[in-house]
């Protein structure tokens, strides 16, 4: 099978950074404060306007994008879907990254290549393996479409449905994304259930 993988929210918790330095940054410069910690946005996380969120995440980008670790047991079923013989893409719409960078940053084409080349670095140092990388755009489903995508495992609420009009989905469970199902979600909590749920996936698509 051809799988997505998102990486933000699915092979990183970007939720646990994003509270532990937004809140030091709250402290530092007295703007927002924690109030809904179980938010998508970062903006309804801390109840920042636009300017400070754009500003929090210019100062802290690169390093969520260098430092922050893989969530547990991405490496080793990452590795065992591959030895399984699927056909894995990675299919992020990484900030700076894609196809379409802020122009708020001045040079686009040079921090563009600056976090394509931070995102493949980080995969290589945490043995990642994966077939293809595509930096793609917030909608991802021209990509879907295009790499005949038969699962994508995504954390977006908006994603989720949206590209499960156009293929099975497996939701990586936060709390901002609690209660999105339909029959071609399935919901995991970790990478265990994940591999567990693309493997009874496959078995019945043998036997189908």
């Known amino acids: 099978m051809n799988i997505g993988i998102d990486i933000d929210g699915v092979l990183t918790d970007v939720r646990k950074f994003t509270i532990e330095e937004g809140l030091k940054y709250c402290e530092e410069h007295q703007k927002g404060k924690l109030i809904n910690p179980a938010a998508y946005d970062s903006c309804q996380v801390f109840d920042w306007d636009e300017k400070t969120d754009l500003d929090f ?9 260098k430092k922050n670790p893989p969530i547990v047991g991405v490496k080793e079923n990452i590795k065992k879907l591959k030895e399984d013989g699927h056909k894995l893409y990675i299919i992020t719409a990484r900030w700076l990254a894609s196809p379409k960078t802020e122009k708020q940053f ?14 493949k670095q980080w995969l290589k140092e945490n043995d990642i393996v994966y077939d293809e990388i595509i930096f793609s755009e917030e909608d991802k489903s021209s990509y879907i479409r295009e790499k005949n995508i038969d699962i994508m495992i995504e954390d ?9 009009k156009l293929t099975k989905m497996i939701c990586y ?3 901002y ?19 567990a749920k693309i493997k009874e996936l496959e078995n019945k698509e043998v036997l189908s």
């Open 57 to 65: 995440w210019k100062k802290n980008i690169f390093m969520y994008a």
């Open 106 to 119: 001045g040079e686009s084409d040079l921090l563009r290549e600056k976090m394509r080349t931070t995102v």
């Open 156 to 164: 977006s609420p908006q994603n989720l449905k949206q590209l499960s």
């Open 173 to 175: 469970h936060w709390d």
């Open 177 to 195: 994304n609690k209660g999105i199902e339909n029959e071609n979600i399935y919901r995991c909590n970790n990478w265990d259930d994940i591999y």
